[in-house]
């Protein structure tokens, strides 16, 4: 059961991340090696990435 929740704060932490310099995949791993608690603190002091804009013709 504890790894079942373990996992899953592991996802939600990778989902939260989706939009930073690791992305969702970085940031799961970040957690999983870690603690989901450090990804979680890893992700409240990453910047967000900026959208990237297409140039038009």
Excluded at 16 to 30: D, E, H, K, M, Y
Excluded at 37 to 51: D, N, S, W
Aim: proline fraction near 5%; glycine fraction near 8%.
């Amino acid at each position: 059961m504890l790894v079942i929740l373990y996992l899953a704060l592991c996802m939600l932490s990778g989902y939260w991340g989706r939009n930073t310099f690791a992305g969702p995949v970085g940031f799961f791993l970040i957690s999983l090696v870690f603690t989901p608690l450090a990804g979680l603190l890893i992700l409240f002091l990453a910047k967000r990435r900026e959208p990237i804009e297409e140039e038009e013709e």
